[in-house]
C-alpha cells in the first residue's frame, strides 16, 4: 500500500492512532483538528526551534533504515531545546513524502520520530502532510521551556570559564566516513560508530540538570562539529577560545575507524557535526562539580576540554604543545 492508495484523510488518521498509542504529555488538543491547544509553559517563556532533514541532503536510505531516520530527525529538534537548558514538550511534524511512498516507510518514521520523543516526556501535538515530488522531508518544531530561571544561550561565556562538552566526539562523522567510503566494512565492530550516525541521543536530562543545579554561562549542542560550534559560542560571546585537542573525549568508536580507514581521529573529532552533544562554558569553580553531578545523576559525562580566552581568536593547543588557529571544519549549509 502506498500513500497515493491511502489518502492523507486516512494517512493523518493512521498517524493520530499511532500518536494515541505512543508515550510524551498529551496536548490539550492534539492531532485532527484545526490547530494544537497545548497547556501554558512556564511564565519564563516558551523555547521553539525548527529543524528540518531533507532525504539526500540530511539521511539516505541506504545508510538508515525510515525508523533510525524519523529517530534522527526528532533528535535534532530536541537537541536544540536541551541546548538551551529546556525542557521539551511537544513536537510538530511536517511531513513530504512522493505518493509512491509505501505506508509501512511512514508507519517506521514515525515509531523512530515516537520512540525517542517518549523516552523524553514529549507528545507529537500536531503537523501537516504534503506530496512531495521526490524526495522524503521531515521538518520538525519543537516547544518547551526553560528549565531554571532562564534559557542558557550562545552568548555568556567569560574569559576563564572552563569549557566542557559531554558524551564522546567523533563517531557521528566516523560512521558516515564508513557508510562512504567503505560499506564492507560496516561489521559489528563498528557498530558503535555507526550507531551513534544514526540514532544519537539529545542531551534534555544533561541541559536541563546544568541549568537548574549550576551556572553555565554559555552552551550550543554540537550539530555543525565541534570546530565550528566552538566558533559560534566565540562570535556570540565575544570571547576566544583555547581547545586542549588532547583532552578531547574521542569516541572509541570513532578510533576504531579512524585507525581501520587511515584517519586522524581528532579530525573526526572536531569536524563531526550531528553528535548533539552539550558544548558549554562554566565558571572554572563550577566545572567539577558539573561532572560529578552528571556522574551522579547516570548522565552522559562531561570533559572539560579547554578555557575562554580574552583573546577573540579559536586556538588548538595539539598534544605536542604547538598552538594554531581552529577553523570552521565541520557542515556549514549552502557551501559545497
Ligand atoms: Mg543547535
Known amino acids: 500500500v502506498t500513500l497515493e492508495d491511502l489518502g492523507e484523510r486516512a494517512l493523518i488518521e493512521r498517524v ?19 490547530a494544537a491547544l497545548v497547556a501554558p509553559v512556564s511564565p519564563r517563556g516558551m523555547l521553539v526551534t525548527v529543524d528540518a532533514a531533507l532525504e539526500g541532503i540530511h539521511f539516505r536510505q541506504d545508510f538508515s533504515t525510515p525508523r533510525e531516520v ?46 525517542l520523543a517518549g523516552r523524553h516526556g514529549v507528545s507529537l501535538a500536531g503537523g501537516d502532510t504534503i506530496a512531495s515530488p521526490e524526495r ?30 559531554t558524551g564522546t566526539l567523533g563517531a557521528s562523522l566516523a560512521g558516515l566516513t564508513l557508510l562512504r567510503e567503505a560499506p564492507a566494512l560496516a561489521i559489528p565492530k563498528f557498530a558503535a560508530a555507526l550507531a551513534r550516525h544514526r540514532t544519537p541521543e539529545p542531551r534534555l536530562a544533561e541541559g536541563a540538570l546544568l541549568a537548574t543545579a549550576f551556572h553555565p554561562t554559555a552552551m550550543i549542542d554540537v550539530s555543525d562539529g565541534l570546530a565550528t560550534d566552538v566558533g559560534h559560542l566565540a562570535a556570540e560571546s565575544a570571547v576566544g577560545f583555547r581547545v586542549d585537542l588532547a583532552s578531547l573525549p574521542i569516541d572509541d568508536g570513532a578510533r576504531a575507524v579512524a585507525a581501520a580507514l587511515g584517519r586522524d581521529p581528532i579530525e573526526f573529532a ?7 552533544e552539550l558544548l558549554f562554558t562554566a565558571p572554572r569553580d563550577e566545572a567539577d562539580a558539573i561532572r560529578e553531578a552528571l556522574a551522579r545523576a ?39
Open 136 to 165: 522524503i522531508l521531515l521538518a520538525l518544531t519543537a516547544v518547551g521551556e526553560p528549565a531554571g530561571e532562564r534559557a542558557i544561550t550562545r552568548a555568556g561565556a567569560r574569559p576563564g570559564d572552563a569549557l566542557l562538552v
Open 70 to 115: 524519523g529517530w534522527k530527525a526528532a533528535a535534532g529538534a530536541l537537541s536544540d531545546i536541551a541546548a538551551m537548558g529546556g525542557v521539551a514538550r511537544h513536537l510538530f511534524l511536517t511531513l513530504g513524502a512522493p505518493p509512491r511512498t509505501r505506508v509501512e516507510t511512514i508507519d517506521a518514521l514515525l515509531d523512530g520520530l515516537l520512540d
Open 298 to 336: 547516570a548522565c552522559a559525562p562531561a570533559t572539560i576540554i579547554g578555557e575562554a580566552t580574552a583573546e577573540r581568536a579559536v586556538r588548538a593547543r595539539a598534544p605536542s604543545g604547538r598552538e594554531r588557529e581552529l577553523h570552521p571544519t565541520g557542515f556549514e549549509h549552502f557551501r559545497g
Open 270 to 276: 572536531l569536524a563531526s557535526g550531528e553528535e548533539y
Open 16 to 34: 493520530r492512532r499511532r500518536v494515541a498509542a505512543a508515550g510524551g504529555a498529551p496536548p490539550v488538543i492534539g492531532i485532527g483538528d484545526d
